[in-house]
């Protein structure tokens, strides 16, 4: 964006140029004939000259004035949920260097930006505000859901970028633990797996999902879960295995308002030919696997029907808000709590 601004700088200081340049020629009759083209060509030469100068002073405009802030939007909520969108972002500024560094993943998550904002509105139809933290920066320069190192590749901007996202969760989660106790933290992507359904990441592979209920509830699985808080402690009496893939886990809700999610009571073990996303560095960071009151899922957004266009957006959007509202209720807390 501050590409664009820089580039429109220096377009209105072209126009101011020839203003100058005409002085002194506007007496006679043949002079002011020739005004306009003059003035015509001395604009077009000097627009050219300084366009083509433009680049260099840029990238020297834009070392100077890297803010971070212009990179990560921020809302605080007023309900114990945050949103956090990692890789939506599509800004590439010309001062980070494309990452390359350990193997580097660059694809963005498509429309989850958009997603997040129909969530939104959809909560706000109830009076509700999750908190909500979106990366802009495209992840070919800092990648939001991976460590520091691995997110910036050495570059002060992306690092201090990375830096600024991950310190709004956790003040998210400060303020969540203040006003409510416990809470639930969703880190919102979209995966291009051929299979068209919403996939859930509570940071267990696919083939710890296909062990027995029993190994799935002992204490060396549960330890291993982001919503292990919430199998300990929940108002239902459910297991872990319940909360996973009963009927009302979040991914049997989903599928109950019309989206088909793994895991889930229709649909309970991804294969491991599946690719399937069971969760990330955020997922791990920001739930209950890292101890605390705050669960953790990774929900991968599937795109045909979903997220591809404006109303299937808000389609989900609803159904979203639906299923989460519902999964709240059961398992958190009798109503869900508003709290500015
Ligand atoms: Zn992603």
């Known amino acids: 964006m501050e590409?664009?601004?820089?580039?429109?700088d220096k377009v209105e200081k072209l126009e101011l140029k020839p203003f100058k340049l005409e002085k002194g020629i506007q007496n006679s009759v043949k002079q002011r004939l020739i005004h306009p083209f003059l003035k015509s060509f001395y604009c077009f030469l000097t627009f050219i000259i300084l366009v083509g100068c433009a680049k260099n002073d840029e990238a020297i405009d834009i070392l100077n004035s890297f803010v971070a802030e212009d990179y990560v939007e921020f809302e605080m909520g007023n309900i114990p949920i945050i949103l956090s969108v990692p890789h939506g972002g599509d800004l590439k500024p010309v001062v980070i260097a494309n990452r390359t560094c350990n193997n580097a993943v660059s694809v963005m998550d498509e429309f989850t930006i958009e997603q997040a904002r129909a969530i939104m509105e959809e909560f706000a139809k109830r009076g509700q505000k999750p908190y909500l933290i979106i990366n802009k920066m495209h992840r070919s320069k800092m990648d939001a859901n991976r460590n520091r190192e691995d997110a910036s590749c050495g570059d002060k901007n992306a690092h201090a970028v990375w830096s600024l996202f991950h310190s709004q969760i956790q003040n998210s989660i400060v303020s969540i633990k203040t006003k409510f106790d416990k809470g639930l933290f969703i880190d919102l992507h979209g995966h291009g797996n051929p299979k068209q359904r919403v996939e859930l990441g509570y940071l267990l592979y696919e083939d710890e999902l296909a062990l027995p209920d029993e190994t799935l509830n002992s204490p060396a699985l549960l330890?291993?879960?982001?919503?292990?808080h919430l199998a300990k402690n929940n108002a239902s009496g459910s297991l872990h295995t319940d909360l996973l893939k009963g009927e009302k886990a979040f991914g049997s809700l989903l599928s109950q308002a019309g989206f088909l999610a793994v895991p889930s009571n229709k649909d309970p073990i991804p294969l491991v030919s599946d690719n399937y996303f069971s969760g990330g560095y955020n997922t791990a960071n920001y739930s209950s696997y890292k101890g605390g009151t705050i669960d953790g899922i990774q929900v991968e957004c599937n795109r045909t029907g979903l997220r591809d266009t404006k109303s299937?957006?808000?389609?989900f959007a609803m159904a979203f808000v639906n299923a989460v509202t519902t999964f709240l209720k059961a398992h958190y807390f009798d109503e869900v709590p508003v709290k500015n």
């Open 312 to 315: 299937n957006r808000q389609t």
């Open 223 to 228: 330890k291993a879960s982001s919503i292990q």
């Open 3 to 8: 590409v664009f601004n820089l580039k429109y």
